[in-house]
């Protein structure tokens, strides 16, 4: 890898002196590259700071992508980021790429995707089904600086993202394409499209193929690039139109095996899902709560989080760091065993989105009037409540997630019942940044595997994280309340095969589904809490960020909302807990150090 920021394809104005300082030499370090994209993009409320937030929100008032920050991005060489190792880039997985991702995030969300994540959802349908050269042709035209998008196919549960779609019939050279859509990340300026195609009729698992379509191998009478569209939230991102009429598409661009696209749907959608959980989501979350912060340090009594402000903002880090033990779990399990993350990956996905969004709201209340403040300061938070809801939703949200679990349902109470006996999950699952292997997108699967698919293996981790807190109970009441906390999420483990087991016994089938769909939710928040216990048993405390992992306040205030939600019937909390997670923030505030896992140093 070329030591220095690297001229990307289209990009023109020059960036700060610091855009020009040399990346990490070692293309491994993921970290080093996330803390020194964090420099480059600078303090977001620093006058005259061209990336920072008087810039970002101006650029989203002209519904436009911030020009001199994706010229920024492009001499980063952000989309190397996306491009295996293997093939010149500096993606080794999925996990070490969220890091990188996160400095984005947090300033702009609409960035993330419409100059980040967007690129390797497309691209990854290459990596997973692609021919040597059609991964060789992928790689080049990112490295090169181009841009490339994807093309969903429709669903019956279709959203105005997903309306529209489009029909291939075999031609003598290959085939001729059909069809439109209306609304695509990108389309206004994409070099290749990865496009789902109806290749034949119904909606059999043979319905739909994916093709690789290079722009420049098309006829332009063929092609027409529609008008932008106006969404409420990411309006700075390039949202516009595609419509293909008669379009010749040689053979050689098919992906794959034909009438393949939704396996490769089912297999690609993993990543995206963990991507969106772990990058834009936590990374969102991570700046709305610290605007929260801002504020009531800029309020008459400071930053004394007591009472009802204390209890509000120490719920919501929890419930963010809980969020950021899913996802990392999620996406490690794509690094380590990709074969086995197509629940865990939806279930991420499911949870992550609904317990940010209820945090939104309690956010919103503590900001009061600074909420709809549009301004430099604090305008970021309801941009921030436009934006997230729309990452949030990616190619189908909610309705997508449960399409996946709903299935497994039996799987899952399998995998529950034998929970205590179960394989465990290993502890690397639960180690944010212990090491990274290279993600191998071959290895992705369309149907859920064992030993840890569906789930035995990380549902495992609540009974077995259970039984080795009891030998913690001496070192005190927080102690105590956080393995009694572990023992009722234990049983629950159990209700829940009680439960699915009954459910799957019915033979109204009618009955089937709204039962289901509670159970579904049960099931991610016992994740979720397994997550959790999992992180906090594997931090190493001897490490300043790993000291307030390894303790139990945020683990037991997260499991007590978690409970909550799940109707338990939870203890109240040991006296001075919600003060003293409250004082933990206010201290990462004021070093300035990101309130996700990982703690990084901020600008």
């Known amino acids: 890898m070329n030591d220095t920021l690297t001229a990307g394809r289209g990009t023109t104005a020059a960036a700060g002196p610091s855009a020009h300082a040399r990346l990490p030499r070692d293309p491994g370090d993921a970290a080093a590259r996330a803390r020194h994209l964090e420099d480059l993009l600078g303090d977001p409320f620093a006058d005259g700071n061209p990336h920072g937030q008087q810039a970002l929100l101006a650029a989203d008032e002209r519904r436009e992508a911030p020009a001199a920050t994706e010229d920024l991005l492009g001499r980063f060489n952000l989309a190397a980021e996306f491009v295996p190792t293997a093939l010149g880039g500096r993606f080794t997985g999925v996990e070490a790429l969220t890091q990188v991702l996160r400095p984005v995030f947090r300033r702009d969300v609409a960035l993330g995707f419409g100059a980040g994540v967007t690129a390797l959802f497309a691209a990854s349908v290459v990596w997973t089904a692609g021919g040597e050269r059609q991964r060789r042709d992928t790689a080049s035209l990112l490295l090169g600086g181009g841009r490339i998008t994807i093309l969903h196919r429709e669903f019956a549960h279709a959203n105005a ?21 209306d609304v695509v990340i990108n389309a206004d300026r994409a070099d290749t499209f990865v496009a789902y195609v109806r290749t034949a009729p119904g909606d059999g698992p043979d319905s739909h193929s994916v093709f690789l379509l290079d722009t420049g191998r098309l006829p332009a009478h063929a092609v027409h690039r529609l008008p ?72 008459r009594r400071g930053l004394t989080l007591r009472g009802r402000r204390g209890r509000v903002l120490a719920g919501v880090f929890a419930d963010l760091l809980a969020c950021d033990s899913l996802a990392v779990t999620g996406l490690r399990l794509l690094d380590l065993a990709p074969e086995h993350a197509l629940v865990p990956s939806a279930a991420v996905k499911y949870a992550v989105s609904a317990l940010l969004h209820e945090d939104l ?67 690397a699952l639960f180690t944010p940044g212990a090491g990274h292997s290279t993600l191998d997108f071959r290895r992705l699967d369309a149907k859920p595997r064992d030993p840890y698919s569906g789930c035995d293996g990380l549902l495992a981790a609540l009974p077995h994280a259970a039984a080795r807190l009891d030998g913690t109970r001496e070192r005190g009441p927080r102690w105590a309340a956080l393995a009694d906390l572990a023992r009722a999420f234990a049983a629950e483990v159990h209700s829940l095969a009680e439960r699915c087991a009954t459910l799957l016994q019915r033979p109204d089938t009618g009955a089937l589904a709204p039962a289901a769909y ?25 490490t300043p960020n790993g000291h307030l992992l390894a303790e139990p306040e945020w683990a037991l205030i997260a499991l007590t909302r978690f409970g909550r939600r799940l109707g338990l019937d939870v203890p109240g909390l040991p006296d001075g807990i919600t003060q003293d997670l409250a004082a933990r923030l206010v201290d990462r505030y004021r070093d300035g150090r990101s309130f996700d896992l990982y703690g990084m140093r901020l600008a």
């Open 518 to 542: 509670v159970l579904v939710d049960r099931y991610c928040l016992l994740l979720a809490a397994a997550s959790c216990l999992g992180v906090r048993e594997n931090a190493d405390a001897a």
């Open 161 to 181: 993202i997903l309306r529209g779609e489009y029909t291939a019939r075999p031609a003598p050279d290959g085939y001729v394409v059909d069809g439109r859509k």
């Open 361 to 427: 709201d309690e956010l919103a209340a503590v900001l009061g009037a600074r909420g709809y403040d549009r301004g430099p300061a604090y305008g970021g938070f309801p941009k921030l409540v436009r934006d997230l809801p729309v990452a949030g939703l990616g190619h189908a949200g909610t309705a997508d997630t449960q399409a996946v679990l709903v299935p497994h349902l039996r799987t899952l109470a399998h995998a529950a019942r034998d929970a205590d006996n179960g394989q465990e999950a290993p502890g």
């Open 228 to 299: 932008r569209a106006r969404t409420h939230g990411m309006r700075g991102a390039h949202y516009a139109g595609l419509r293909l009429e008669d379009c010749p598409v040689p053979a050689d661009a098919l992906v794959g095996e034909r009438g393949e696209g939704v396996s490769l749907s089912l297999r690609t959608f993993q990543v995206s899902r963990a991507l969106v959980s772990g990058g834009a989501l936590v990374g969102g979350m991570d700046s709305a709560l610290r605007y929260a912060v801002r504020a009531l340090s800029e309020s």
